[in-house]
């Protein structure tokens, strides 16, 4: 059985170091050895299979994964941090741990290139997972990007899924049905893309220190067959739309609707939070289907 840092043990590493959480970062250490144990069971990764983890922190993750046997690609941008996982873990698992020090994003919408290199070099033809306590700032952008790389170029390695943890409300907004508060365009994207599963609600009492807003822990699988085949399309629709989600769909659109009409069901006195997902995708895909651009844009 894993042997999971404690929170005594965690805040002596970073005093010896002279390093703390940086709220700017946000640094929530998840601290429940019982939520990290599910978090990983969960993923039901195990021996050779290859991990991405953002902001493995102290390690408390890491070094369950890689007890278990995993290969794992760890991307920490906080320098001290970087500096504790090279000196405790790298010497002691030299072939199965990868360390990549910087931001895990490139821009908005890419990964960093020594990332995506370290996870080229372990996955081969492999998929790899994402297993992490994502930073609260970048959680979002890093799920998104990964969704959207799955559809794209053979050469990529392929996310098999992520099981990680985020802010509650996020993990709302992912899962979200039309008609609620919370549906918006991440929920179309998210749902368009990979079939999305809450497995815990995290209070804030599991967590160093404890942040003032609860988590989730989510597992997040890409679909083999993504309702939409083009995500850029469907994105830019979504900020199009729900950017004045208030306004009738027919009043910014225009009641005439796309090229070939509105989809079935669809109506232009309709707002966005009342399309459902399919109907979102058919409605960037005849939009798209009707701009000039698109077909110089797919070549």
């Known amino acids: 059985m894993s042997v999971v840092q404690t929170l005594s043990e965690m805040k002596a590493l970073l005093a010896e170091r002279g390093l703390a959480p940086r709220k700017a970062l946000g640094q929530n250490f998840l601290i429940d050895h019982n939520l990290l144990m599910r978090l990983i ?26 007890e278990r046997g995993c290969v794992v690609v ?10 504790l996982i090279d000196e405790r873990l790298v010497p002691r698992f030299p072939g199965t741990l990868a360390l990549v020090r910087g931001d895990c994003l490139a821009g908005k919408r890419d ?23 994502l930073p609260y700032q970048a959680g979002t952008a890093v799920m998104m990007v990964l969704l959207e790389r799955h559809m794209g170029a053979a050469a990529w390695p392929r ?3 992520m099981w990680v943890t985020i802010q509650k409300e996020v993990a709302d907004r992912l899962a979200a049905a039309p008609g609620t508060s919370e549906f918006g365009g991440l929920s179309v994207m998210a749902q368009a893309l990979s079939d999305v599963r809450r497995l815990a609600v995290l209070p804030a009492e599991c967590f160093w220190p404890r942040p003032t807003v609860t988590s989730a ?3 997040v699988i890409p679909r083999r ?22 306004k009738k769909i027919g009043t910014i659109l225009g009641r005439d609707g796309p090229p070939g009409g ?18 979102w995708c058919e409605l960037a895909e005849r939009m798209e289907r009707g701009n000039p651009g698109s077909d110089e844009r797919a070549t």
């Open 225 to 246: 067959d993504p309702l939409t085949r083009d995500a850029a399309a469907l994105s830019a629709l979504t900020h199009r739309l729900f950017g004045q989600r208030r």
């Open 262 to 279: 509105w989809p079935e069901g669809v109506s232009p006195d309709q707002r966005a939070e009342t399309l459902t997902v399919r109907q």
């Open 159 to 161: 996310c098999r899924g």
């Open 41 to 66: 069971e969960a993923s039901g990764v195990g021996p050779g299979d290859v991990v991405l983890e953002v902001g493995p922190g102290s390690g408390a993750l890491t070094e369950p994964l890689l």
């Open 217 to 219: 822990m989510v597992e």
């Open 111 to 133: 990964i960093n290139p020594l990332a995506i290199a370290a996870l080229r070099e372990r996955c081969g033809e492999r998929p790899f997972s994402l297993v992490a306590n």
């Open 74 to 83: 760890a991307v920490e941008l906080d320098r001290g941090l970087a500096d």
